[in-house]
């Protein structure tokens, strides 16, 4: 991207309050995940004296069911969660995307097989087999837990590229480019991939939302052992594990990671609006 792009792409996102205000959540919650654990030490050892006290100048959210300071739990919280949503929704997108491809161009045998593929993947609930598969491995690893995530949503993305390129194969510069004897892969990642480019950057963005709601529900059901801090494991320690959710004086333990789950999502819903105007300049009308 030369410097004329980039200078309309950025006001493109300024123009578009909703992105705008997307971009600086989202730059927020990136900086709190880079910075944040190295300027605030996370200490563990339980401070009785402080159990649930409410939110101060010296704690701004308050304390949990030990005494720990609920910010620095969020804090360092913020780098778990993002690890694995980046990582759940670059798997889908990478999968879904050169199986769409794929399928769509090859078409024959190698289509009704990837095909055939994608409608029993899909025929499986998502939340469900997600669940199955993160307690029976009981991973640690943030890899293998995107993995997991994107046990079946690539699916959604491989059938939605595989109908794209159904309706771009037979257009006049993909005969163009048969005709002069370029080979099928060539064609695909060279000429039919970068125009689905921006379909994709899209679909990535909402499978990070995708992946912000299960890798929350598979720590809040406490199937996966992998963080204390994660905000899912704030949550079910918070309704689950301490009682928080009962207690009038500690619901600022369950509200904390509430907030901030809410804040990325809708951080990164209104920057899909940026990115959707961006390439597709007709919706801001």
């Known amino acids: 991207m030369g410097y ?16 705008l205000l997307g971009s600086l959540i989202l730059l927020a919650i990136v900086l709190m995940a880079l910075i944040g654990p190295l300027a605030i030490p996370l200490n563990l050892d339980p401070r009785f004296d402080r159990v649930y006290a409410p939110p101060s100048w010296e704690h701004p959210l308050g ?10 739990e969020i804090i360092w919280g913020a780098r778990d969660v993002l690890t694995i949503v980046v990582l759940a929704g670059t798997i889908t997108v990478v ?12 078409g024959g045998i190698t289509d009704l097989l990837l095909s055939s593929l994608i409608d029993i993947v899909l025929t499986i ?18 890899l293998s837990i995107g993995l997991i995530l994107s046990a079946n949503s690539w699916a959604y993305m491989g059938r939605s590229i595989r109908s794209q390129v159904l309706s771009m194969k ?83 333990y369950v509200i ?20 959707e105007d961006i390439f597709n300049p007709r919706l801001k009308t």
């Open 4 to 19: 004329r792009e980039a200078k309309e792409t950025l006001s493109i996102l300024v123009e578009n309050k909703r992105a």
């Open 170 to 252: 037979e257009r006049d510069f993909i005969e163009a480019s048969r005709a002069m004897g370029i080979s099928k892969l060539n064609i695909v990642f060279r000429d039919i991939l970068p125009i689905l480019m921006p379909y994709v950057g899209i679909n990535f963005l909402f499978a990070i939302v995708q992946a912000l709601y299960a890798s929350v529900a598979l720590f809040f059901i406490g199937v996966l052992p992998f963080s204390t801090v994660h905000w899912g494991t704030m949550l079910n320690i918070a309704m689950q594990v301490s009682g928080a959710i009962f207690v009038p004086y500690a619901r600022h």
């Open 63 to 72: 304390c949990d069911y030990i005494g720990l300071d609920i910010l620095t």
């Open 95 to 106: 999968i879904g995307a050169i199986v769409g491809l794929v399928a769509g161009y090859f």
């Open 125 to 142: 609930p998502g939340l469900p087999l997600v669940i199955v598969l993160a307690g029976l491995t009981q991973t640690r690893d943030p």
């Open 256 to 275: 904390a990671p509430i907030i901030f789950i809410v804040l990325l999502q809708v951080g990164l819903i209104l920057f899909s609006y940026g990115i």
